[in-house]
């Protein structure tokens, strides 16, 4: 099957790193993104990896291991705007879809 | 461009009641997705279209459900003699057909139906 696994939660103090990990499963996966999702928000686009590496964009990055089925999220210098969920998300060669883990839930600390 | 619009933003209906939502993607846009998503968890894929064809429905979707996109524009989402589990947060999604077309998608607010 296809599916994704992410912490259901992860605390992190402003001004901290953290990084957020998914897994998944291989048959068929081609890339990974991922959405960050404000409370009473829509999802918004952050990043995708296709190939294995970091892909940075300002305080955010993205990392695909694919010998590993993994990829993590790494935000930097944590703000307290950075406080929403965070979903992990596949494709598939199958299909057109969007596989989307459960989401991890950050709570930053002051 | 104003984004993806979504409407009603909410809806109140009686179960057992049609229910319709409208999905306004970015213009330029030729895919468009519907998506469920319910408290805690990630969206749910619900179909697919590319221009005007629908290209993939979730085979977890009954047959209640229904999408069009007929002219390759706006689409809309028809929940036929609805249920209380289809209480959720429908939310519509739009991206362009370039590289990376598939994973960089544009969400609209959502529409929060409540069935009671």
């Known amino acids: 099957g296809q599916s994704l696994e992410q912490p259901s939660e992860v605390t992190a103090v402003e001004g901290a790193i953290v990084q957020i990990n998914c897994t998944y499963q291989?048959?068929?996966?081609?890339?990974l993104s991922w959405y960050q999702q404000h409370d009473g928000g829509a999802p918004t686009f952050l990043s995708y990896n296709a190939l294995d590496g970091l892909e940075e964009t300002g305080r955010f990055s993205s990392f695909l291991s694919r010998s590993d089925s993994y990829g993590y999220l790494l935000l930097q210098e944590l703000q307290m705007k950075d406080s929403a969920s965070y979903f992990c998300a596949a494709d598939f060669i199958s299909n057109y879809q969007l596989i989307w883990g459960a989401g991890t839930k950050l709570i930053i600390k002051p | 461009d104003t984004g993806v619009s979504q409407n009603p933003r909410h809806k109140i209906t009686k179960r057992g009641q049609n229910v319709t939502f409208r999905c306004d993607p970015i213009s330029e846009h030729n895919r468009l997705y519907w998506y469920r998503q319910t408290l805690g968890q990630g969206p749910e894929f619900l179909t697919y279209f590319q221009n005007e064809a629908q290209l993939e429905k979730s085979r977890l979707l009954s047959d209640r459900f229904s999408a069009e996109r007929p002219k390759g524009s706006f689409s809309t989402l028809e929940i036929q003699r609805t249920e209380q589990g289809d209480s959720a947060m429908y939310l519509c999604a739009s991206s362009d057909t370039g590289t990376g077309g598939l994973n960089e998608q544009y969400f609209g607010p959502g529409t929060r139906l409540t069935v009671t």
């Open positions: 291989t048959s068929g996966f081609y890339g």
